[in-house]
């Protein structure tokens, strides 16, 4: 059976986890934990990063950041996990669903205006499958508004709008190392900070609510509780893992690329023949790799073709339901909006498996397989 993913190794988790056991520094806040914020800081060019336990948590921080409360409306796709809206939800706000666009899953910038009422605090771009969301027209309305941008960049990791990285270019970003993510931790986040008004704050909301990172750096002589937060930050353990991954970033992220180009090009005369679509990367994004998907023309259809692949030992995945269609969405809102395009996907978009193990051969042997569910049914 080719799984879906596989946790790629490369080998060197192991060695930096031990070193960080037996230098006795197990707690957050240590070498490996500065070394990687660090990576990211100089490669992509942060103000600041504060790695987290998950992206869950590093979108948590964002809304305490952003200064949510009750009432206040943050703009989101609905087409995304549960986790971009939810962090925003647990301050107390109220979600208004965007829809996705036409050509990929990504927020239709053109739709966002007409959502925007005295009430809005936040915009929430998710670059879907790490194609950058339309940035120039979603900071333009941005500042127009006087909102604020929190880009979710889970899948984004070295991918960029316009030769900016993403996660750079809204005020606050959130990346996940998710097991399933190019670069993993088993679980693990890390919060972008790209305004220098948010550092000092977001030290402390990292740090449960303290100015423990003040002390550390001994800019006070004795630290305590001064604004709300939680424990945000990772062990010296993940981050020695992360280390390891982080190190070989290039040999992973080329690696997924050419498995990327290999099923684009192999299911390209289907996409012509019009049973499938394939993604569409803008020619202002930039394509990590982070998966590769195919839109079908009905749920149905795709249905069979899951079926279909696992019985050639194949596992496929469909990937979100529709937020605004959620059983929780629906028990806290009068009004549930159509979006259309939301749902198509929700119904139609199917990925194949991606992972760093994956072998040509076998990316090959999936397209053939894909082919001919296809062809078989024409007979
Ligand atoms: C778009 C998006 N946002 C947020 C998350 C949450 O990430 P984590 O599992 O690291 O909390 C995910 C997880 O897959 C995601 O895909």
Redesign the pocket.
């Known amino acids: 059976m080719i799984p879906f993913n596989k946790p790629f190794l490369t080998g060197k988790e192991a060695h930096y986890m031990y070193q960080a056991v037996y230098t006795g520094k197990l707690s957050g806040n240590g070498v490996f934990t500065k070394e990687c914020q660090q990576f990211f800081e100089e490669k992509y060019g942060f103000k600041k990063c504060l790695l987290t336990t ?6 948590e921080m964002a809304a305490i950041l952003c200064n949510i409360g009750p009432g206040d409306e943050v703009i989101v796709p609905s087409y ?5 809206a939810l962090a925003f939800v647990r301050q107390g706000a109220k979600i208004v669903f965007a829809d996705s666009m036409e050509r990929n899953p990504n927020i239709d910038a053109e739709k966002i205006e007409a959502l925007i009422t005295p009430r809005t605090k936040v915009i929430v771009p ?3 499958a790490g194609v950058a969301c339309d940035m120039d027209g979603i900071m333009e309305i941005a500042d127009r508004h006087h909102l604020l941008v929190v880009e ?1 960049a ?2 984004a990791i070295d991918s960029y709008y316009k030769g900016r990285p993403l996660g750079t270019i809204g005020h606050l970003s ?1 990346f ?3 097991e ?2 190019n670069i993993i931790s088993g ?3 890390l919060l972008g900070i790209n305004n220098e008004r948010f550092i000092r704050r977001a030290e402390i909301i990292w740090e449960k609510g303290t100015n423990r990172s003040e002390f550390f750096r001994g800019e006070v002589n004795k630290y305590g509780w001064v604004d709300t937060g939680s424990s945000f930050l990772p062990s010296e353990v993940i981050s020695a893992f992360l280390w390891a991954q982080l190190e070989s970033l290039d040999d992973i992220q080329g690696k997924r690329k050419s498995l990327w180009n290999a099923y684009y090009e192999g299911l390209t005369p289907l996409a012509e023949k019009g049973f499938i679509r394939l993604p569409q990367i803008p020619d202002y994004a930039t394509n990590n790799a982070h998966m590769f998907y195919i839109v079908c023309r009905s749920l149905e259809e795709r249905a069979r073709l899951i079926a279909y692949l696992k019985e050639h030992d194949i596992l496929s995945v469909f990937h979100y339901l529709s937020l605004h269609k959620s059983d929780f969405y629906v028990k806290h809102s009068e009004a549930i909006p159509e979006l259309s395009l939301c749902d198509m996907y929700a119904d139609c978009l199917l990925r194949l498996p991606m992972f760093y193990e994956l072998t040509l051969e076998q990316v090959d042997g999936i397209v053939n397989n894909v082919n001919a569910f296809f062809n078989d049914k024409q007979k």
């Open positions: 998950s992206c869950t948590d590093a979108l995304t996990f549960v986790s971009s998710v670059h879907y979710d889970a899948q959130a996940s190392f998710h399933t993510k679980e693990g986040g």
